[in-house]
Structure formats: C-alpha cells, structure tokens
C-alpha cells in the first residue's frame, strides 16, 4: 500500500486548505483510512477517520465543525477539508491506511498557520 499526501502549504488564520491522499496498492472501499498530524515536539496525534467506502467519519474534538474528511472510490482518494484554520492546526498531516495485517503511512505534507 503506497500512500501520497498533497495539498499542505502556508495559509493565514481563518482560511482553509484541502488536503488529499491517493491511495494505492489498497482500495478506499474497503480499508479504513485516516488524518493524523504531528505538531513540533508533540506527539502523533488523531484528526479524523473514515471507515471503509466512508459511511463513518470520527473527529478529534478540537477540529470538529471546521475539518471534513471524505473519501472518493473512483479516485481512491481521501480528503481532509479544513476550514477556519488556526495556528494551533500547524503540523505535518500524515495520511493513514488500517489494513488487517498493518498500518501504513503516507511521507506527510506540511501545513503551516500564520497569524
């Protein structure tokens, strides 16, 4: 499973950007995949997860109202909009893929709040 994250960049406080992780090797309609993001000297920590063909969606309770993840089978890409961006969202964002036997991960793609 070969993960591609895309979309990261530098964006003022209340903007948003999209985030996007193409997938292969594994198809979206069956493995459940996720946002996760690491902030400098933090911990990896849980954004939001879609399960397989994407009928579930859980959220971290500080993105909650202004992140969105979705899922395309056709493209076999997941999506992470996030809308009214804050500082405190700066971080890598790393794509995540659940299968049976492990977890795979994307390279990461930084995203970078200013006020």
């Known amino acids: 499973v070969h993960l591609v994250e895309s979309g990261g960049g530098l964006v003022q406080a209340g903007g948003s950007l999209r985030l996007s992780c193409a997938a292969s090797?594994?198809?979206?309609?069956?493995?459940?995949m996720g946002w996760y993001r690491q902030a400098p000297g933090a911990q990896r920590e849980l954004v939001a997860t879609i399960t397989s063909g994407g009928s579930t969606t859980t959220y971290a309770d500080s993105v909650k109202g202004r992140f969105t993840i979705s899922g395309d089978n056709a493209k076999n890409t997941v999506y992470l909009q996030m809308n009214s961006l804050k500082v405190e969202d700066t971080a890598v964002y790393y794509c995540?893929?659940?299968?049976?036997?492990?977890?795979?991960w994307g390279q990461g793609t930084q995203v970078t709040v200013s006020s």
């Open positions: 995540q893929a659940s299968t049976p036997y492990r977890d795979y």
């Open positions: 090797g594994s198809t979206f309609s069956d493995t459940p």
